[in-house]
């Protein structure tokens, strides 16, 4: 077994198990270490994507998990700076809704069908059987 393909199911599987102990434990100080390992693991999935000679479907299911990862945690940053500066410049504002749209359903659905798309095209490869 190619150890690269390898390396990547290890990632991916840690990734999801990342984002479900940041749903699970999201109480004090460790939903920012999930947040942040969940955040480089997807940067790392870019990077693994841009290095790949090979299948492009493949590729483009790495950049869709890894971008979904790193975004998570990116627009759920987003979404608090934001609404911090407009409650602290004295705008009267319920909620700033669309980075909490992006972090909560867009980016996790992004997640799961990338991690989808990846374990089948990496299964019928014959890479993990």
């Known amino acids: 077994m190619n150890k690269k393909l390898t390396l990547i199911l290890i990632i991916i599987t840690a990734m999801f198990l990342a ?3 940041g749903m699970v434990f ?3 100080i460790l939903i920012f270490w999930v947040g942040g390992i969940l955040a480089a693991m997807g940067i790392v999935l ?3 994507a841009i290095r790949k000679t090979g299948s492009k479907a493949l590729k483009a299911f790495l950049f ?4 979904s990862a ?6 759920a940053l987003l979404h ?9 410049s004295g705008v009267n504002i319920q909620d700033e809704a669309g980075f909490f749209i992006l972090a909560t359903i867009v980016c996790p659905l ?3 069908a990338g991690l989808a798309g ?3 095209h990496l299964h019928r490869q014959g890479i993990t059987t």
Do not use: K, P
């Open 64 to 67: 869709i998990t890894g971008g």
């Open 110 to 112: 992004a997640l799961i």
């Open 118 to 120: 990846s374990f089948i």
């Open 80 to 88: 608090n700076l934001i609404y911090a500066l407009l409650v602290a």
């Open 26 to 28: 999201d109480q004090g």
């Open 46 to 48: 870019i990077i693994m």
């Open 70 to 75: 790193a975004g998570i945690v990116v627009f």
């Open 19 to 21: 984002l479900v102990l």
